[in-house]
């Protein structure tokens, strides 16, 4: 019924698209020609405040508790669709985080939006830059941010849509601690020096494991920080990567990071009493695309990668064994998410592929097209409506086009000609993406 094929073509006729296990993650320049990305060269000297055209925006300093300038557009949803459109003038998308019927957002205007059945609950700000990235765990919430610090905040017991700053990691006791003693101070740039426990570089991902209680923070500095989070202490800091870290993802004591080097990183934790210690165990992939983004399935079975170049590579989780490639997009994959069978990979190509994992093989159920800017994050949460035959979940996408999209999407394989005719209309009508070269490998 199905045909196998590597490649996203312009035109898929009545075939899905699948993945090969077996097949390498390099090819001949003239079959990636399309996909090959220009990223600027690594440079030691530069940090993030020196400027990455991607990520500065102009800051808007509307306050969060004014009327919102979202719009709420209804759309008639198939069963892999579009349900709703929210667009605001704020800045462009960078975090989301669901839990139950919550949505938060984070933007480059400071502020943190919380939704509720698509419709605003709340809102906080932030006196730091852009929000990269929001992780959410039973009353807290966890914001990562531009300047290098992670914020906590407490959700009122008694008033669920007020949000208080609990914190902030490092603690301004810890960083005075710590500042005291010339031994905690490392060389982070050329000449410069800083106390080992705060990131000197914005910060890319957070990753939690609820079960050990910690915190992971992956930062542009080439660093991967973790924090203890009962008490807010820093544990360990590890220099990671030869340029930024994009992306950490922790799972049963291991720990994947990804990074603008070309890298992929295994580490095992290792708890010896009240000491915390991260070591390498395997690099799963060398390549001069950059990392941006890592995800776990979730049986917990499979790693994703995504990369620059627009593919994604998989391994198997305990073998470390390199499961295959999915080739979907046409420019850089920014972001991963992962749910049951279900894996979606957003793009700069402003698309968004599901792909369903069956064993170690992945079928392409759909491309969602909406956005008119790259997609920046994706977040999943279980639909309501699913049911023991027909699992389905909610889809949110935050792109640079200002806008979140609240997508439905089911595990059962579509209609195939409504998806052909979906694909065929989607690109005769994009031809060639002309979408500017990302200047900065940095996300």
Not at 371 to 395: F, N, R
Request: glycine content about 6%; charged content about 20%.
């Amino acid at each position: 019924m199905f045909t196998e094929t590597t490649s996203l073509p312009s035109k898929l006729g009545n075939n899905m698209m699948h993945s090969d296990p077996n097949l390498s993650s390099t090819a001949s320049d003239d079959e990636f020609a399309a996909r090959n990305s220009s990223f600027s060269a690594f440079d030691p000297s530069r940090m993030s405040s020196e400027g990455s055209p991607m990520m500065m925006s102009p800051w808007n300093q509307t306050t969060p508790f004014s009327k919102s300038p979202w719009s709420q557009v209804e759309d008639t949803a198939p069963q892999n669709g579009l349900i709703s459109s929210l667009v605001r003038e704020e800045g462009h998308i960078y975090s989301l985080a669901a839990a139950g019927d919550l949505l938060y957002t984070g933007s480059d205007s400071k502020n943190i939006r919380v939704w509720k059945n698509m419709k605003e609950f709340s809102a906080f700000k932030s006196n730091s830059g852009l929000v990269k990235a929001i992780i959410i765990c039973g009353e807290k919430i966890f914001t990562g941010h531009q300047d290098g610090k992670v914020r906590v905040w407490k959700i009122h017991p008694k008033n669920p849509s007020l949000h208080k700053r609990a914190g902030t990691l490092p603690t301004f006791m810890d960083i005075f601690k710590c500042s005291i003693k010339p031994r905690n101070y490392v060389a982070v740039k050329r000449n410069r020096t800083a106390i080992w426990i705060k990131h000197m570089d914005a910060i890319s991902c957070l990753s939690m494991d609820k079960q050990a209680g910690l915190l992971y923070s992956a930062s542009w500095d080439r660093t991967f920080k973790v924090w203890r989070i009962e008490n807010s202490k820093c544990l360990e800091s590890v220099k990671a990567h030869d340029d930024a870290v994009n992306s950490v993802v922790t799972v049963g004591g291991t720990v994947f990071t990804g990074s603008a080097d070309g890298t992929v990183k295994v580490w095992t934790r290792e708890i010896q009493g009240k000491v915390t210690k991260h070591a390498l165990v395997d690099t799963l992939l060398k390549q001069e695309c950059a990392v941006t983004a890592l995800v776990v399935s979730g049986s917990g079975s499979v790693v994703y990668c995504g990369s620059s170049d627009g593919l994604v590579n998989f391994w198997e989780r305990e073998e470390l064994s390199h499961g295959g490639v999915l080739k979907g997009h046409k420019l850089a994959v920014l972001c991963l998410a992962a749910a049951g069978n279900l894996v979606f990979s957003g793009s700069a190509d402003k698309t968004i592929c599901v792909w369903r994992k069956e064993g170690m093989i992945h079928t392409c159920l759909s491309v969602l097209t909406s956005h008119t800017g790259p997609v920046k994050c994706l977040a999943v949460e279980e639909d309501k409506d699913s049911t023991a035959g027909d699992q389905k979940w909610v889809v949110y996408s935050g792109s640079l086009d200002k806008s979140v999209k609240v997508w439905s999407v089911s595990e059962l394989a579509p209609d195939l000609h409504q998806m052909t005719m979906m694909q065929q209309n989607y690109y005769s009508s994009e031809g060639n993406v002309s979408w500017d070269s990302i200047p900065s490998a940095k996300y």
